[in-house]
């Protein structure tokens, strides 16, 4: 199989996978919303929630992965499938020891962590202190996710990728149930989603075991705690996760300065940033998940050429799937916001601050989607410490800019610094990684991007159009909003695929040509 048919087989099953985790992730948001509405309780959960919600994004979405996928391969490549799972048995022993140590040390100090995540609650002491409660419930929820991470990492080296990504799924279902099950018979209800975090990261783990056993792994055969793999992993691990992650990074100072404007703009940034992750989570780090093996295999074996080669596929591939996607988040907004979320204690006047924050963080989005694909080339060449230092660059930007444009802008200026700080860190990775490999056939990347604009500035356009018939004004019924935001989103798609297929898109052929030569092989 090609590097080109792996990526794509890859993306496509963790793309599903993401895609179910992110409808029942909206489904979950709805009924938060629908219970809590935007207030006192909902800022207090989604406040307490940033810390295991990031933590669960720094290690379920890449960053143990990152440092620990190109050592593995080598390992693999190199000594053999039994030494490689030699070092995964002593990276799980000894990764459990240190987040028991973190999850304590982390209950120990919540009010600390509080504190500084959401320092304008000070001067609300309830719901500071409801805040603290509910970190120090979630935190060891960082225990779970963490080897549910390193467990993907094993899988995703040995080729499978299902299971990780259907991780998500039970968390949200954990939540969802609940709202419904738990929150109902507390005397503070919102105790109940914290209870639920927590039984959602127990069922991630537990759903990796046996697929884990599966593939021949031996949980319970003598491992060294001092492998010398863990040492290159170590190593690596502390600038990854700051290079993978600085998206969160920079959401979570946006919730930071948010904390400091009226009440429901943590809530409103939170719920617009969820928007943003649907196409983030299903394109761009389902493509980052999925090219970073086929990369470290290429840069294990030094070539350098095959590796170039399939950093532009991934790039092109990625900005093809996510510019039509912000097109649609951007001309879909409030519609989108008022089917998904409008109901119960979340008003209209909800919805449009939402909406505000969402088309800022959406014209971001093809930058969110191209940082993870360029630091996971760097990741796969074990270079660490350049994403690090640009990441460092860009979460500086997003706080000076933050905090000037907070002031006429509100909560919608937090969205937009974010959007500038990820346009500025991906245009030093590019110059950085340019300077490190040479030419990586940006003409190519330019062109398709190109194409991919024009077809998108279309659909966006026809979509605009459609959606004066289609979909109805405020206060009709869930089903009729529902259909003819449907309808527009349906359009859009076909649309977008005609004008690619019209101005023949080099990613719409490949994709076409692998569902076809996969309905052949069935």
């Not at 094993?154 to 990504?165: C, D, M, Q, R, S």
């Not at 909003?481 to 449907?486: D, H, I, Q």
Request: contains cysteine; positive net charge; charged residues 10%.
């Amino acid at each position: 199989m090609s590097e080109k048919s792996r990526v794509i087989k890859a993306a496509g099953v963790v793309g599903a996978a993401t895609l179910l985790s992110r409808i029942l992730g909206f489904f979950r948001d709805a009924v938060i919303a629908w219970y809590f509405g935007a207030g006192h309780y909902s800022d207090a959960f989604i406040a307490a929630f940033r810390i295991p919600n990031l933590l669960r994004k720094l290690l379920g979405e890449g960053s143990i992965s990152n440092a620990f996928v190109p050592v593995l391969t080598d390992y693999l490549a190199i000594d053999g499938r039994e030494e490689a799972f030699r070092l995964a048995r002593s990276a799980l022993w000894v990764l459990s020891i240190i987040l028991v140590v973190i999850s304590l040390i982390g209950i120990l100090i919540a009010p600390l962590i509080v504190k500084f995540i959401a320092p304008g609650f000070i001067g609300t002491p309830d719901k500071l202190a409801l805040t603290i409660t509910l970190t120090r419930i979630m935190f060891p929820y960082i225990f779970f996710i963490g080897l549910v991470a390193l467990c993907m990492g094993i899988l995703n080296v040995f080729g499978h990728f299902a299971a990780p990504a259907l991780a998500p799924v039970l968390l949200n279902l954990a939540i969802i149930f609940s709202v419904f099950f738990l929150c109902p018979h507390l005397n503070t209800p919102v105790l109940g989603l914290a209870i639920g975090v927590m039984i959602g990261g127990i069922l991630q783990l537990f759903l990796q075991l046996p697929v884990m056993a599966g593939h021949g792994f031996n949980f319970w055969q003598k491992a060294k705690m001092g492998h010398p793999g863990l040492k290159k992993m170590s190593r690596l691990m502390p600038p990854v996760i700051l290079g993978g992650a600085v998206y969160q990074i920079n959401v979570l100072v946006g919730t930071l300065l948010g904390s400091f404007l009226p009440e429901g703009s943590v809530s409103v940034l939170y719920f617009a940033d969820r928007l943003v992750q649907f196409p983030l989570g299903i394109f761009a780090i389902a493509a980052a998940t999925a090219v970073l093996p086929s990369l470290s295999r290429q840069a294990s074996l030094n070539d350098l050429n095959a590796l170039k080669d399939t950093f532009g596929y991934a790039v092109r591939l990625t900005l093809f799937l996510t510019i039509p996607s912000m097109m649609g988040l951007i001309v879909l907004r409030v519609p989108i916001i008022t089917m998904l979320f409008q109901r119960g204690e979340f008003s209209l006047q909800a919805t449009l601050l939402t909406a505000q924050a969402l088309l800022y963080y959406a014209i971001g989005l093809w930058a969110f989607s191209a940082v993870r694909i360029v630091a996971a080339t760097f990741f796969a060449l074990k270079d660490t410490r350049t994403p690090m230092v640009l990441a460092t660059v860009s979460i500086l930007a997003n706080i000076g800019l933050g905090v000037v444009l907070m002031k006429p802008l509100a909560h919608a200026g937090l969205a937009l610094a974010t959007s500038l700080a990820s346009v500025l860190n991906l245009a030093l990775l590019v110059f950085a990684l340019r300077k490190k490999l040479g030419s990586l056939g940006w003409r190519g990347i330019a062109q398709s991007a190109l194409k991919t604009l024009v077809s998108a500035a279309v659909m966006g356009t026809a979509v605009w159009v459609a959606a004066q018939f289609l979909i109805p004004d405020q206060g009709t019924s869930f089903i009729a909003l529902f259909a003819g935001v449907m309808a527009c989103v349906a359009a859009g798609v076909a649309i977008f695929v005609v004008c690619s297929y019209g101005i023949k898109s080099t990613e719409l052929g490949n994709m076409l040509a692998e569902i076809k030569m996969g309905i052949k092989r069935k």
